[in-house]
């Protein structure tokens, strides 16, 4: 949280100098944005409205009247020419660039019948720079001949080269086609003479001739071999840059759709918010894209076909676009909610509280102080972010044939039907992407398979680098300048995100894009395209305020009062998975961490969960110089319960071994005391063991199905069976009160050198059991034979350990969920032992 006692006294002192100064990070970004980026120096003087108004002046001096047609229109932009033009003196260029440059907007009118299109060029200043008419190919056109035709051609040409100014073009070249419907197309070029000034440049203007008309008018550019060449190589690396970036993108979200079955399954997934963002990302994804006119475009079914005539477009052409162009825009948006659902619960269960305010503004507390933080302090960081981008794209400023190019996708909107809210809505799609496949979903995918937080940290690190490579496709980029400006946003969204919280990222992203493309139309003369740039930065600023009021006067909500109903389930599972994590930590502790050395005798002991903790439990300690006690508990899956009562037991036990008791008594009196803290169908599993090492007598007690004991009465292992039949049914006195379900049986045996006796709970039982391949008996003797594996040098301790992490394995496959545990003493050759 910001500006509270988490942080030290210097901390919030540097938080509130970067919240203050945010403002002047702000104008210094768009200083530079003006300086620097050539988006800023396009020169549109028109906007969507008037070009169509433009476009249908000029149509009427071609002879044809627009009103009551089909209009459309879109912006196009050539960087091979922005980056040409940039490279060299503005006046060498400039004649140049009036005619063809590097930006320009086509106009697109189409006939009420659909059978004939009239396409209009149109330069930044509104000026017409070409055109193309296509008629009906059942329409007859007759012939008129090469020298009509070539008059027609000169008589464009010369109206056309009144507007060319100082450039000097050569002789006209004729290529001459026949259309299938045998019409004659003639066509005529002009190339403009080179000049030492641009000698890698060539232009041409071409005239098309059909019958008696001029139907066509288009300029090309095309460079020098070599200096195309030079620019194809600038431009490879880049676009390897951004395939690799879509197929990461790819990748991750199919993770987030695996996600989202596993938690859909586990009941913990977002499935009301996942559907919201479906719905919101893919309506605005419709609304930007069916805003413009790119529909009306395809529905021409290419004007510029060889064929010399438009083709009537079929009745559910246009049905047909708008119906697969929104089912892509719902893929998307339901790809994006689906993944963002997939991702959520992991990062809700690793980093608690980081979706707080998140949840505020989705349960609709948007004037809360959470909300209000969030954007704050996202708009703050966002103004940084913004200037740091620009600033280490500073080196490439005055190298402008290998530096920014123009925002191609931005502009090919920018002219649609309803454009004043795309700066906005572009900043939120941006951001809520290259938060979803840079930082959720990696931090989903790392939370559980990374255990450590530095790696892990490393490799989060790395997945958002790659995802905020999308920097390479909204403008064309160097590639050493685009790895510098993806390590700033990556940079910006790890830092909002570990120092605040998951809002603060998505606006700490959202902003910088936001004053970007406002920068970009409010620097155009065009009055309709600055008033579009004003109204987003307004309804931006209005929200800043009201959320920087509420930012001291909200109110605060915890996180449980915002979280969605599925997260109860999360928090049920992660209150289990701490009460089995402090039952594991429990049974550690309470375990010996060494066990008795004793001259002549081998101790072994282990327990291993196999997925949950049981709860099992075992001790040895020394009594005297000659005596070891052995204590073994079965946990019966009770967790944390279990530990518990063995925590009591193991402190009860201690005060009667020291008077002397016996191993019958001991047991008895601790099944009295347990009783009440037992339920009515649960019984008391322990065994209590008195070893006497010098005399090689064990005595011992036992209560509950488990633990059981077996003996191997040689070292090779060749006779092991278990002590069951050899216990009797113990008889105490009054003084102790046995419990109804309780029955304590004993037994006292003597060994030999060589002997071998094994104590195990029942979850090794069930697991030997389950598997039909290992016997009980087989099971011990591969433990306790003195040539187990052929491995002589090998451990007792260390072949009881292997022999259970292998059993635990195949525990886990079975689906067993219980605790294995063994306690093993052999004998050996050598003598009398003695306790040490």
Not at 138 to 152: K, N, V, Y
Not at 370 to 389: D, F, H, I, K, Y
Not at 693 to 717: D, W
Request: aromatic content about 10%; hydrophobic content about 45%; proline content about 4%.
């Amino acid at each position: 949280m910001l500006l509270n006692g988490q942080h030290s006294r210097r901390t919030r002192l540097a938080l509130l100098l970067l919240l203050a100064l945010s403002p002047v990070a702000y104008l210094l970004s768009i200083w530079l944005i003006t300086k620097t980026d050539p988006n800023t120096q396009i020169g549109f003087t028109i906007n969507r409205t008037g070009s169509i108004r433009r476009a249908a002046d000029y149509a009427l001096t071609l002879g044809t009247n627009t009103e009551g047609w089909t209009s459309g229109c879109k912006v196009e932009v050539n960087n091979d020419r922005s980056f040409y033009f940039r490279s060299r003196a503005a006046h060498d260029v400039e004649p140049i660039r009036r005619l063809a440059p590097e930006a320009f907007v086509n106009v697109l009118f189409i006939s009420p019948d659909g059978r004939e299109y009239l396409e209009v060029r149109l330069a930044p200043d509104g000026r017409p720079i070409g055109f193309e008419r296509r008629r009906s190919p059942g329409q007859e056109i007759a012939d008129a001949g090469e020298e009509r035709s070539r008059r027609l051609a000169e008589s464009a040409f010369h109206v056309f080269s009144q507007d060319a100014g100082a450039v000097q073009f050569e002789a006209p070249v004729l290529k001459e086609e026949r259309s299938k419907s045998s019409r004659v197309i003639r066509r005529y070029s002009w190339h403009a003479a080179r000049t030492d000034a641009l000698p890698e440049l060539n232009l041409q203007t071409t005239f098309t001739v059909l019958g008696e008309e001029v139907t066509a008018q288009r300029i090309t550019t095309e460079f020098d071999p070599t200096y195309a060449n030079n620019l194809i190589s600038h431009h490879q690396l880049p676009q390897v840059v951004v395939g690799f970036y879509w197929l990461f993108v790819g990748i991750i979200s199919l993770y987030g759709l695996y996600r989202y079955i596993q938690r859909t399954r586990q009941k913990e997934v977002p499935h009301a918010r996942s559907l919201l963002l479906c719905m919101v990302v893919a309506s605005l994804y419709m609304f930007i894209g069916l805003q413009t006119d790119f529909h009306i475009f395809t529905q021409a079914m290419s004007p510029r076909a060889a064929e010399g005539g438009a083709r009537e477009a079929p009745p559910w052409l246009f049905w047909f676009i708008l119906l697969s162009t929104g089912l892509v825009f719902v893929t998307m948006g339901l790809i994006q909610g689906l993944a963002y659902g997939g991702g959520e619960g992991d990062v809700r269960e690793a980093y608690p509280g980081k979706l707080a305010s998140l949840d505020a503004l989705i349960t609709g507390r948007v004037f809360s102080r959470n909300v209000a933080r969030a954007v704050c302090t996202g708009a703050a960081l966002g103004g940084w972010a913004l200037l740091a981008e620009y600033v280490v794209l500073l080196p490439w400023a005055d190298r402008p044939d290998t530096g920014q190019g123009l925002a191609k996708r931005f502009y090919e909107i920018l002219f649609g039907q309803y454009a004043w809210p795309l700066p906005l809505l572009l900043a939120f799609v941006g951001a809520l992407m290259a938060t979803i496949v840079g930082l959720l979903l990696p931090l989903s995918f790392l939370a559980r398979r990374v255990r450590s937080p530095r790696a892990s940290l490393g490799f989060l690190f790395v997945l958002s680098l790659i995802a905020s490579l999308d920097c390479f496709q909204n403008r064309p980029l160097p590639f050493a300048a685009g790895m510098l400006e993806a390590l700033v946003l990556t940079g910006t969204l790890l830092a909002a995100f570990f120092a605040f919280d998951l809002l603060t990222a998505i606006i700490s992203l959202a902003a910088p894009i936001l004053v970007t493309y406002v920068v970009y139309v409010v620097s155009q003369p065009a009055a309709g395209l600055r008033q579009t740039g004003f109204v987003s930065v307004g309804i931006a600023l209005m929200i800043l305020a009201v959320e920087l009021y509420f930012f001291y006067r909200g109110r605060e909500y915890a996180e449980d009062e915002v979280r969605p109903l599925y997260a109860r389930h999360l928090a049920e599972r992660l209150s289990l998975q701490a009460e089995v994590s402090t039952a594991r930590e429990a049974q550690v502790r309470l375990m010996p961490r060494v066990l008795p050395e004793v001259f002549g005798v081998q101790f072994a002991a282990s327990c291993l969960p196999a997925r949950v903790v049981g709860g099992d439990f075992y001790d040895l300690f020394t009594i005297d110089d000659k005596r070891i006690g052995i204590f073994i508990a079965e946990g019966g899956g009770r967790g944390l319960e279990a530990a518990l009562i063995i925590a009591f037991a193991k402190g009860f036990l201690m005060p009667r071994i020291e008077r002397g008791y016996r191993p019958t008594e001991i047991i008895c009196d601790l099944q009295h005391q347990l009783a009440p803290m037992l339920d009515q169908n649960q019984e008391l599993s322990v065994a209590y063991a008195v070893l006497d090492t010098s005399a090689r007598m064990l005595s011992y007690a036992r209560t509950g199905s488990y633990p059981q004991v077996l003996i191997s009465e040689n070292s090779n292992g060749r006779d092991v069976r278990q002590l069951y039949a050899e216990e009797r049914k113990a008889e105490a006195s009054s003084a102790f009160n046995f419990a109804s379900n309780c029955e304590v049986r004993e037994a006292t045996l003597s060994l030999a050198i060589g002997d071998s006796v094994v104590f195990f709970t029942d979850g090794l039982a069930q697991s030997l059991n389950a598997d039909f391949k290992t016997s009980t008996d087989e099971w011990v003797e591969s433990v306790v034979s003195a040539h187990a594996d052929g491995k002589r040098g090998e451990s007792l301790q260390t072949k009881l350990t292997k022999a259970l992490e292998t059993r635990a394995k195949r525990t886990r496959k079975i689906g067993l969920e219980d605790d294995l545990t063994a306690v093993v003493v052999q004998f050996e050759a050598g003598g009398e032992g003695a306790a040490g």
